[in-house]
């Protein structure tokens, strides 16, 4: 059975760091891993996919990276702002279903 | 365009009532889920259709009855729901082949009374 994990649970930094926030899977069967982003009480907003076959995907300020042999991903948030405060949730794509880790809440602080 | 939208926004019901969630998108995709997210809890699929057929039910209790009209609607049935039950109810959608990404509407917060 497909476990993910996100580490760290809740990080709070000041304005203008840069971030690492990581995704472990058990499986590494998988056929993508996406990121998303939610906001209190709000749906959620895809940031990245990575198909299986691929290392990393950049969009703005976002970079994943994605090592399916030993199950992680990370996501690289640069130049922290205020905005980026959000919960976010890696996925990992099986035969038939996402299987969503368990988030990392982000506060960025001015 | 990468919209998925969800009616109501938010809905209160008795454990009598009888409400419908709904969910349209238009961007041609063939598959359509719907999850359950309990606060601060990551969100949990209930159904899968696929072509609007039930693909995938995850033991999902009666009281939840889902139903696709045509490939852009998706409608949860809600009847004799439970005060558990209140959470937040998304609805995304993809293409079909299993490499897509999968796209969220904003949800519909339940509260049941």
């Known amino acids: 059975k497909q476990e993910v994990t996100q580490i760290p649970a809740a990080l709070s930094v000041p304005e203008g760091e840069n971030l690492v926030l990581n995704c472990s899977f058990t499986d590494s069967a998988i056929y993508n891993l996406q990121w998303f982003r939610q906001d209190p009480g709000k749906g959620l907003t895809s940031l990245l996919l990575?198909?299986?076959?691929?290392r990393e995907q950049t969009s703005g300020r976002l970079n994943a990276s994605l090592d399916k042999s030993s199950g992680r991903s990370t996501l690289y948030i640069a130049a922290s702002q205020p905005g980026d405060s959000a919960t976010y949730l890696c996925?990992?794509?099986?035969?038939?279903?996402?299987?969503f880790g368990t988030g990392t809440r982000l506060q960025v602080f001015p | 365009d990468t919209e998925v939208t969800q009616t109501p926004k938010h809905l209160v019901m008795g454990m009598t009532n009888k409400k419908s969630l709904k969910c349209e998108q238009h961007m041609g995709h063939r598959a359509m889920y719907w999850y359950k997210q309990k606060a601060k809890k990551p969100p949990e699929l209930m159904f899968v259709y696929s072509y609007e057929k039930l693909s995938i039910n995850e033991s999902v209790p009666s009281r939840f009855s889902p139903e696709c009209p045509n490939s852009s609607l998706l409608n949860l049935h809600l009847h004799a729901l439970q005060p558990e039950d209140s959470a937040l109810y998304l609805c995304a959608s993809s293409h079909q082949e299993q490499d897509r990404a999968q796209y969220f509407g904003p949800g519909t917060r339940l509260l049941v009374l």
């Open positions: 990575i198909q299986s076959s691929q």
């Open positions: 996925a990992v794509r099986g035969t038939d279903k996402l299987i």
